[in-house]
């Protein structure tokens, strides 16, 4: 490891700026690290926080301001010179090469170890599955980038960082797809890495984790810096205040759900009963399910135990043995059909199933219910007045930050973007939403704007099936809660048995099956 020169913190940033057109995405924004520390960059969506990144990482360049190492100015002119720095970066939005393992994506732009004239590939794995062992020991190493879950991603992406030593690991919203003992596993890793001097620069929106990990913070407001210190002379409070420019924290806080009763009135709702009886996963084991109106049903687990499968399932976006009804009517079309009979779905990889780039942030958010926005009901084209009122009462409700809604939303932050994902079933009759990591990347105000968007869907005698790894959000918002693992249903948790212990036990393996070990598989039908 590099020592610090000592003439000044190992890096700072002062006086960044970086516009985009009419949008200052860094408006003289100030940061200070310390070599060996772990510090908090926190922010509401849109605040700047991935802009300053990308300029550290050599992605974009300044348009003012001066960043020093070890006291000297320097400029990072690309992402090589960043990489010479051991500055060392895991963005949010994940950046594996979809056809390579673990292990080729780790030694991509990297020195290979050789034997004589040949790439030592031995020596390439023996690397990667070290430091694998250390932070991931499930994590397969020889399965394509593209066959990892989210999650299984974000560890071969900290694999991959941590393959040559490293003097900076920024890592942006590292925990946000992982589950609670995967977070914790994260964790040691920073803390382990900051006690051999490696300065660690943590991007979260999980204040709780922020207060617990980070000995330092930094908080961004509209590209400025306006509030940074030590952890300990901070609470959650203060920290809300700051990113949202003194407003209290009350939207922050989710009220829990008295679980000693059912939610008042739900038996009696009218509605559609959703009912699933499939078999799927690796285990290709039976799972029922049957969601009444009214009802939140959480779907939790680790990393690959099939609830992003599920609920693809459910959606009609992937296959499976079994039978899948609304109403006692059996579905059997694919997505289309799906929205048809009102169901809805928030896919938990926004960029590659939530969104089409080429379109406009607008025409995302119509392109569901194209037909509710014709100027004449009988003739199929789209009023872009009504999709333009629309976009707008969906971007006030869910406070989306765009410069402008004709644009792509690659032009969004990542939480924006989520906002997008969500925001177009707002206004609609839903019958079923089908969600999976509502409020992935989406600061603390929103969270609560769309967990209230959640309970009001529920309200209206829709079921709501959410799959999420963050485990407040969970207890904050399920009736009921399916501990998945591999596709196995292994635990159903509701009323007073669902407590934050139980779930995590749950999680771990530490509850019998709910169904017991002999299962019959479900009719021999596929689900088109
Ligand atoms: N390529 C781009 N083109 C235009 N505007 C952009 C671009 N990238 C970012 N922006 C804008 O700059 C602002 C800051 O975005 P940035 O991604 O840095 O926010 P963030 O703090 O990382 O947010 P989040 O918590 O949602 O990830 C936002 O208003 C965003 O819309």
């Not at 991935?50 to 400029?75: E, M, N």
């Not at 490293?166 to 890495?193: F, I, N, Q, W, Y």
């Amino acid at each position: 490891m590099t020592e610090a020169s000592g003439t000044g913190p190992f890096l700072a940033l002062s006086g960044l700026i970086r516009h985009f057109g009419a949008t200052k995405a860094l408006d003289g924004a100030d940061l200070v690290i310390e070599a060996g520390s772990v510090h908090a960059l926190v922010g509401e969506n849109g605040a700047g926080k991935s802009t300053l990144i990308k300029t550290l990482s050599g992605l974009y360049q300044p348009g003012g301001g001066s960043i020093r190492l070890d006291g000297a100015d320097i400029a990072i002119d690309g992402p090589k010179a960043a990489e010479a720095l051991g500055f060392r970066f895991i963005h949010q939005e994940l950046n594996l090469v979809p056809h390579f393992d673990a292990v080729g994506n780790a030694w991509i732009g990297r020195r290979h170890p050789r034997r004589g004239p040949f790439l030592d590939h031995r020596a390439m794995r023996r690397r990667v599955a070290e430091i694998a062992a250390r932070i991931a020991p499930d994590l397969p190493l020889d399965r394509p980038a593209i066959r990892l879950t989210p999650g299984q991603r974000q560890m071969a992406e900290i694999v991959r960082a941590l393959i040559e030593p490293a003097r900076l690991v920024v890592m942006d919203e590292p925990t946000s797809s992982l589950s609670e003992g995967e977070a914790e596993r994260l964790h040691k890793v920073v803390r382990r890495l900051a006690e051999e001097g490696t300065a660690v620069l943590f991007i979260s929106h999980r204040l709780d984790e922020v207060l617990e990990l980070c000995g330092s913070y930094t908080v961004l407001r509209n590209g400025r810096t306006v509030g940074a210190g030590p952890i300990a002379g901070i609470d959650r409070a203060g920290l809300v205040a700051l990113m949202s420019g003194g407003a209290s924290d009350h939207a922050a806080v989710d009220p829990m759900r008295d679980r000693s009763a059912p939610p008042a009135g739900r038996s009696e709702r009218p509605g559609a009963l959703f009912s699933a009886d499939l078999a799927f996963g690796p285990a290709n084991a039976r799972f029922t399910l049957e969601a009444r109106p009214g009802e939140i049903i959480g779907l939790y687990g680790l990393v690959g135990s099939g609830r992003s499968s599920l609920l693809k399932i459910l959606w009609g976006a992937s296959v499976a043995r079994g039978t899948i009804t609304i109403a006692g009517r059996k579905l059997v079309g694919g997505p289309a059909d799906r929205i048809r009979k009102g169901i809805a779905y928030v896919p938990e990889d926004r960029r590659r199933e939530g969104f089409a780039a080429t379109l406009s942030i607008e025409d995302n958010l119509a392109l569901a219910h194209l037909a509710d926005f014709r100027a004449v009901a009988a003739v199929p084209i789209s009023s872009r007045g009504k999709i333009r009122q629309f976009a707008a009462g969906v971007g006030a409700r869910l406070r989306l930050v765009a410069a402008r809604l004709d644009r792509s939303p690659m032009t969004l932050s990542g939480g924006n973007q989520q906002k997008l994902v969500f925001g177009r079933w707002l206004g609609r009759t839903i019958r079923v939403l089908l969600v999976d990591e509502p409020t992935r990347g989406v600061d603390v105000g929103a969270k609560a704007e769309i967990h209230a968007e959640m309970r009001r869907i529920a309200a209206e005698s829709a079921s709501v099936i959410m799959a999420t790894s963050d485990i407040e959000e969970l207890l904050a918002l399920s009736d009921r809660v399916l501990v998945l693992q591999t596709g196995r249903l292994i635990a159903e948790l509701g009323g007073t048995t669902l407590t934050r212990s139980a779930v995590v036990a749950a999680a771990f393996g530490h509850a019998p099956s709910p169904s017991g070990p002999a299962v019959p598989r479900p009719s021999e039908e596929f689900i088109a």
